[in-house]
Each structure stands twice: as structure tokens, then as C-alpha cells.
């Protein structure tokens, strides 16, 4: 299976709440459905500062994460990329997917000129904390 990375879409807002939805902490506060999701999307979307993509295999959306670009005076006004909000459809857990869709923020960070990425994640998500290096 082929995996695109690629900015998400309107059409793209169900599946992808419907992964944040997929799991303990999601099932209690995301709402699928729910027309705010659409409403966020355009903002996000609308935003030079914020990229929310997804991973796409033949047309299906199997992962998704958020980039948010944050220019700051420390370091030289240096800019840096918050990576948020990844999620692997659960189907394709476990097989490398979530791993390559950091790498690929990494990679889109530097590209856009970022000295430091940061990745946040809830607490109680201890596979997330795991010890990793994606530089």
C-alpha cells in the first residue's frame, strides 16, 4: 500500500475525527458528526501558520497530525513546529505508520526553516513517551 502525505480537506474531517475519536481518551471528549469539526477545519486550513495532514493510502485516510509554526524572539527569533493530534487509524497501528508521519513533520519543519519541533502528547499515553529520535 502506497501512503501519500498530503494537506487535509474539507471531505477529509470525518475520517479524521473519527480516528481522534478511536480510542479511551477521544471516545470521552470528541463528538463525530458534530458541525464544529467543519467549522475548526477552516480555520485551521485558512491559516499559513497551521497544517493539519493526513496520511492517504489509495485514497483512504489511514493517519493524520497537526502542524502549528510558532516564530519567536528566543534563539534568534528562531521558528519552531509543534506536531499535535497524531492518530493512526486503527487498522494500520503498529506498522511503522505513525513513526514515518513524524518524520515527514520533521522533514516539512525544516523545510519551512525550523530550528526546533516539539510534539505533544497527553500524559496517560505511554506508547506515545516512548524514547525516539527522529532527526
Same mark, same amino acid.
Request: glycine share 12%.
Given at each position: 500500500m502506497k501512503i501519500t502525505i498530503r494537506r487535509a480537506r474539507a471531505d477529509d474531517v470525518h475520517p479524521i475525527v473519527t480516528m481522534l475519536a478511536d480510542d479511551p481518551l477521544g471516545a470521552r471528549r470528541e463528538k463525530p458528526g458534530d458541525p464544529a469539526y467543519l467549522k475548526a477545519f477552516e480555520v485551521i486550513d485558512a491559516?499559513?501558520?497551521?497544517? $493539519?495532514?493526513?496520511?492517504? @493510502?489509495?485514497? #483512504?485516510? !489511514?493517519?493524520?497530525?497537526?502542524?502549528?509554526?510558532?516564530? +519567536? /524572539?528566543?534563539? $534568534?527569533?528562531?521558528?519552531? @513546529?509543534?506536531? #499535535?493530534? !497524531?492518530?493512526?487509524?486503527?487498522?494500520?497501528?503498529?506498522? +511503522? /505508520?505513525?513513526?514515518?508521519?513524524?518524520?515527514? @513533520?520533521?522533514? #516539512?519543519?525544516?523545510?519551512?526553516?525550523c530550528g526546533l519541533v516539539q510534539l505533544t502528547t497527553d500524559a496517560s499515553r505511554v506508547d506515545a513517551h516512548r524514547r525516539r529520535t527522529w532527526a
Open positions: 491559516d499559513p501558520h497551521q497544517l $493539519l495532514a493526513v496520511a492517504d @493510502a489509495d485514497g #483512504e485516510v !489511514v493517519g493524520t497530525l497537526q502542524l502549528t509554526f510558532t516564530s +519567536g /524572539l528566543s534563539r $534568534l527569533g528562531m521558528t519552531r @513546529a509543534t506536531i #499535535e493530534a !497524531v492518530r493512526v487509524r486503527s487498522d494500520q497501528r503498529g506498522n +511503522g /505508520l505513525g513513526e514515518h508521519l513524524i518524520r515527514w @513533520a520533521v522533514d #516539512e519543519a525544516r523545510a519551512r526553516g
